[in-house]
């Protein structure tokens, strides 16, 4: 069996045209992939910079707790001071009053 030159030439026309669409498909589904890709990306980086964000307003809670707790030793510490001085100053003349 021989093939024709008018058949031989509508083959070669037909094989060009699916190799034409087969690279029209493997290109789309690349960039599909690639499209993909970038989306998780996005998707990814926005996900990391909420973490972070909710992460802030945590670590400012403690540290205002320690500034709390720093304070509150601060103000114990000036109470004592005050009283050690007061006992300083009176030291065994400690004079009570009570009335009935």
Same mark, same amino acid.
């Given at each position: /069996?021989?093939?024709?030159?008018?058949?031989? $030439?509508?083959?070669?026309?037909?094989?060009?045209?699916? /190799?034409?669409?087969?690279? $029209?498909?493997?290109?789309?589904?690349? @960039? @599909? /992939?690639?499209?993909?890709?970038?989306?998780?990306?996005?998707?990814?980086?926005?996900?990391?910079? $909420?973490?972070?964000? @909710?992460?802030?307003? !945590?670590?400012?809670?403690?540290?205002?707790?320690?500034?709390?707790?720093?304070?509150?030793?601060?103000?114990?510490?000036?109470?004592?001071?005050?009283?050690?001085? /007061?006992?300083?100053?009176? !030291?065994? !003349?400690?004079?009570?009053?009570? @009335?009935?």
């Amino acid at each position: /069996m021989t093939i024709r030159a008018v058949d031989l $030439q509508i083959v070669v026309q037909k094989a060009t045209e699916v /190799m034409k669409n087969q690279q $029209q498909e493997n290109s789309k589904t690349r @960039l @599909l /992939m690639h499209q993909q890709a970038q989306q998780l990306q996005k998707k990814e980086q926005i996900a990391n910079h $909420q973490i972070t964000n @909710l992460q802030k307003p !945590d670590k400012s809670s403690i540290y205002k707790e320690k500034e709390r707790k720093n304070k509150r030793e601060s103000s114990g510490e000036e109470r004592k001071n005050k009283k050690e001085q /007061m006992a300083k100053e009176h !030291d065994g !003349d400690s004079i009570i009053d009570i @009335l009935i």
